[in-house]
C-alpha cells in the first residue's frame, strides 16, 4: 500500500524557463519549461527521492511546518 506526503515545493521562474525544489528532501530539485512541466517533474522527482529512500530503509517523514520568508540584503 503506497503513502501519501504532503510536502511543501518551491517554483521560481528563471531565464530558461522554471525551477522547482522541495526543500524537505535534500538535493530534489528540477527545471521545465512551463510552470506546469516543472510541477509534474517535481512530483516524479520527489516520488523518486522518497522511493530510493526506501530502499535504503531510510525512514521519511514529513516536515511539521515550513515558514517562507524573504529578506533584505544590501551589497
Known amino acids: 500500500m503506497k503513502r501519501l506526503y504532503h510536502l ?3 517554483i521560481e521562474r528563471d531565464n530558461d524557463g522554471y525551477f522547482a525544489f522541495c526543500p524537505a528532501l535534500q538535493g530534489c530539485y528540477t527545471q521545465g519549461d512551463t510552470y506546469e512541466e516543472a510541477l509534474a517533474n517535481i512530483k516524479d522527482a520527489a516520488e523518486l527521492h ?3 529512500r526506501s530502499m535504503d ?7 511539521q511546518s515550513m515558514s517562507l520568508s524573504m529578506v533584505e540584503v544590501a551589497v
Do not use: A, F, N, S
Open 8 to 10: 511543501p515545493i518551491i
Open 50 to 52: 522518497i522511493e530510493d
Open 57 to 63: 530503509h531510510d525512514e521519511m517523514r514529513e516536515p
